[in-house]
C-alpha cells in the first residue's frame, strides 16, 4: 500500500494493487479441496462489452448496462453458478482486474455468495480448473 501510494491516490487502484499483492493468500481462501480453483469466466465478448460499459461516478467505476443485459447476465451467472453446485463445486468468477471491483457491486444483491476474483489475484503456481463459462445471448451493453 506504501508503495503504491506514491503512485496514486485512488481508493479503487489501491484496493485493487493490494488484492494483486495478497494473490496468494486470496488464492488460499478460495482453494477447494482438491487444490485447485474453480473458476467461471466471462465469454470474451461479454467481457469486452462489460469492459465498455465501464462509467465513472462518485462511488468509483460502475458498469452500466441495459436492463435486459442485467437480467440476462444475472440469469446466465445463476445458471452457472447452480450446475457447478449440483456437481459438488464452489467456484469463482474469474475476469479481468479492470472489470471485477464493478462486476462484485453488479452481482452482490443476486449471488452474494460468489466471489469475483481479477486472473492477477490467483497465485501463479495454483492450479486452475475453468469449470464454465457464462454467456449472454447478446453482448452488447
Known amino acids: 500500500l506504501a508503495d503504491l501510494g506514491r503512485q496514486t491516490k485512488e481508493i479503487e487502484a ?9 494473490a496468494r493468500q486470496i488464492t488460499m481462501q478460495h ?10 469466466t466471462l465469454n470474451p465478448r461479454l467481457e469486452q462489452s462489460l469492459a465498455q460499459a465501464l462509467t465513472p ?14 437480467q440476462r447476465l444475472l440469469t446466465a451467472v445463476a445458471a452457472q453458478l447452480e450446475r457447478a453446485a449440483a456437481q459438488g463445486r464452489q467456484p469463482v468468477l474469474l475476469t479481468s482486474s479492470r ?8 452481482l452482490e444483491r443476486s449471488v ?7 486472473f492477477a489475484e490467483i497465485a501463479r503456481e495454483a492450479e486452475v480448473e475453468a469449470i464454465a463459462q457464462v454467456e449472454v445471448e447478446y453482448a452488447a451493453a
Open 14 to 22: 489501491l484496493t485493487e494493487g493490494v488484492r494483486t499483492a495478497l
Open 31 to 40: 482453494r477447494a479441496p482438491d487444490n485447485r480453483i474453480h473458476a467461471m
Open 57 to 70: 461516478t462518485d462511488a468509483g467505476m460502475a458498469l452500466v448496462v441495459s436492463p435486459d443485459l442485467l
Open 99 to 106: 472489470i471485477r471491483r464493478p462486476l462484485r457491486r453488479l
Open 112 to 118: 452474494p455468495a460468489l466471489p469475483v476474483i481479477a
